[in-house]
């Protein structure tokens, strides 16, 4: 398939040194196999006499012994003229096979002597002497092994004519190794540019790993250099490079389309012209035909050819199981971002056939199975749970790991571990992120304890207030806390977080809650209201914002407690312990607000409205109080793991 591809874009003759030595390899196969058809016969004819099994023959043609020394040992007579054997129809398609191989080869090298082959073959068929059964007359066993002059045309004889032809061909495409490249024909010229190539295919050539692939001819044709690497196993996946002077000529043919665009977009920091990726029907292939792209480097230098070449040969690597990582790869992200992904590792030096060799999904999901068994569910994307970035990340994590261990020579056992432990450090940021949403919601608790502190003060130092705007402000910082509070839990349970953080969540909402409810109350508080009672009001509304201070630091420093940071978790729970003791304080001073106004000679609405806005204040710390208490179950946690 190989050949067909390139005979289709006209570069056949590069593989002429491979097709001549598939047709000597196809002649010594030849001669095993005739060679067991006379021995087959010579056993049914004297069963008693020792047998040449032919296993030393054999082995060195690449036949399997066993299936030869059956057919030779089980030959048996059928009446005085005919032979039967096992196995003995297949022999007679391989033979047949063989001499098809052989044409094949000679073909390629001399178009003439190859159609006349093929006519003396035709004539040896169209006599039936190829036929394949399970029975074979023992004279049709002479003529096709003798090679006698008088027994007329025989496939021995064509065998012979073909061997010779064949290493006629073999003089003209003598081979030498130049730095891994097989190459002949070459002009002094040539030499650079392919050394450049192999340089590049050898930087990466590692990242293959077990994977077959990357071989490399060379030869001088009609003026110019050619450099053909066959890149993996699918037939269609074909690079030809043409060399001439300081012009490259990269033709590339695929199957698969994205993959023909990806290999394009690694060469986008060279000022190279590429044609379209246009569709080439022809049957055989996947799909019933390929994608073929060409580009052109007019360089100006033989420096920045070199340079060029070493990038073709260096990128090679990475196209091998492509589409196999990117559908792997699509399991788990976005199938752009799986491209991305790829880019990535590309770019990176990194590859994916490591990752591939490693499990690949069975790797990634053993790392969710045991790092986030009810955070990830069977079929859930990493990009819905650790958000597009982290889940990226993540997978790049996984190709690097996987590739630098087996370098290394590392065990999968040690990607595992270390994949469980970067999965774990994804989700804790994902909670730290979540985290930072509450922080918003602190935030607002903080504004309207400031701002209800604020307008106090101004009653207290006999200011004109806005008891309205005062309303109208709590009313927009609740409505956006309330928002900001939807929006938390949504992501709480897109990103299947701990249940506490929810509850933290509905903490600061409801200590948002009693906030605007003591603005509202504060709206409506009067001037005239007893200084004494305006000043134990104030000192409470302090307390409230070092509550709410305090609840801000604390969850800022928890967020940081999952990267390790001691210091975080020691001003976490410092914090804790100063949000429990403003509690207390504020329940001292509503107690000594509530004894103010049942001591005092105060009006009802007065009375009312003072411990009412005392009341909303001292429940805000509560709620504060409940937040710290569940902060620091969320650091112990965080600090246990």
């Known amino acids: 398939m190989k050949a067909q591809i390139l005979k289709e874009l006209g570069q056949a003759d590069i593989l002429l040194p491979s097709l001549v030595a598939a047709g000597l390899s196809a002649n010594d196969r030849i001669k095993v196999r005739l060679s067991a058809l006379q021995a087959a016969a ?48 297949k022999l007679m398609k391989e033979i047949q096979g063989d001499v ?13 002597e190859g159609d006349r082959a093929r006519g003396r073959l035709n004539a040896i068929q169209a006599a039936g002497l190829l036929d394949a059964s399970p029975e074979i007359e023992l004279s049709r066993i002479t003529r096709l092994t003798s090679a006698a002059q008088d027994a007329g045309d025989t496939l021995h004889r064509l ?8 290493n006629r061909l073999a003089v003209g495409c003598s081979e030498e190794n130049l730095a891994g490249a097989r190459v002949f024909g070459l002009q002094s010229e040539d030499r650079v540019p392919i ?13 293959k790993f077990d994977h077959p692939g990357l071989d490399t001819m060379a030869t001088r044709s009609d003026g110019r250099l050619l450099i053909q690497n066959d890149i993996g196993t699918t037939d269609a996946h074909v690079l030809v490079v043409a060399v001439k002077r300081n012009a490259v000529t990269v033709t590339y043919t695929d199957v698969h389309l994205a993959r023909a665009k990806f290999f394009v977009s690694l060469f986008g920091h060279f000022d190279a012209e590429w044609s379209g990726l246009d569709h080439h029907a022809s049957t055989g292939f996947e799909d019933g035909g390929f994608f073929l792209v060409t580009g052109r480097l007019q360089a100006r230098t033989a420096t920045d050819r070199n340079e060029f070449l070493t990038a073709v040969g260096s990128a090679l690597v990475f ?47 053993s790392a969710v199975r045991n790092a986030a068994p009810t955070r990830i569910g069977f079929g859930e994307r990493l990009d819905q749970v650790l958000g597009r970035t982290a889940a990226m990340d993540f997978l790049k994590s996984a190709l690097r790991l996987s590739t630098e261990a087996l370098l290394a020579g590392h065990s999968v056992r040690t990607v595992r571990d270390e994949l469980e432990a970067e999965l774990v450090r994804r989700l804790e940021r994902v909670e730290s992120a979540l985290l930072a949403v509450v922080l918003r919601q602190i935030g607002l608790a903080h504004d309207l304890s400031i701002t209800i502190s604020g307008y106090i003060a101004g009653l207290l130092a006999g200011q004109e207030t806005d008891g309205k705007a005062l309303a109208a402000r709590a009313s927009r910082i609740e409505q956006k806390a309330d928002r900001i509070a939807l929006e938390a839990r949504r992501e709480v349970n897109r990103f ?78 410092a914090a804790v312990v100063r949000l429990v003791d403003a509690e207390h304080a504020a329940d001292c001073q509503e ?48 600090l246990a793991a």
């Open 42 to 89: 010579a056993h049914a004819r004297e069963p008693g006499r020792p047998v040449n099994e032919l296993a030393v023959e054999s082995h060195a043609a690449g036949i399997a012994p066993a299936a030869i020394a059956s057919l030779i040992n089980s030959a048996d007579l059928i009446g005085e003229s005919r032979l039967t054997a096992p196995n003995l129809a």
């Open 100 to 112: 098809d191989t052989m044409i094949r080869s000679v073909s390629a090298g001399d178009a003439v």
């Open 159 to 166: 065998v012979m004519d073909l061997h010779k032809a064949l």
């Open 195 to 207: 050394e450049s190539f192999m340089r590049g295919l050898a930087e990466t050539r590692a990242l």
């Open 319 to 365: 196209l091998i199981d492509w589409n196999k990582a990117r559908k792997l790869l699509r399991n788990w992200v976005n199938k752009d971002d799986a491209a991305k992904i790829l880019e990535w590792a590309a770019r990176q030096r990194v590859g994916h056939r490591g990752f591939l060799e490693l499990g690949g999904n069975e790797l990634l999901g």
């Open 496 to 573: 299947g977080a701990r249940p506490i953080i929810e509850q933290l969540v509905d903490r600061a909402e409801e200590a948002v809650d009693e906030l605007e409810q003591a603005a509202f109350i504060a709206s409506l508080t009067s001037a005239s209201v007893d200084k004494q009672l305006i000043s134990a009001l104030g000192e409470l509304c302090a307390i409230a914002v070092t509550a709410a201070e305090a609840a801000a630091s604390g969850l800022a420093a928890a967020a940081e407690v999952p990267e390790g940071r001691r210091a975080d978790s020691e001003d976490a729970l």
């Open 591 to 638: 107690r000594a607000i509530t004894s103010l106004v049942f001591t005092g000679n105060h009006d009802t609405t007065t009375s009312l409205s003072v411990l009412e806005l005392a009341r909303a204040i001292e429940r805000s710390t509560d709620r504060l109080a409940g937040f710290g208490h569940l902060l620091r179950q969320h650091v112990m946690t965080d």
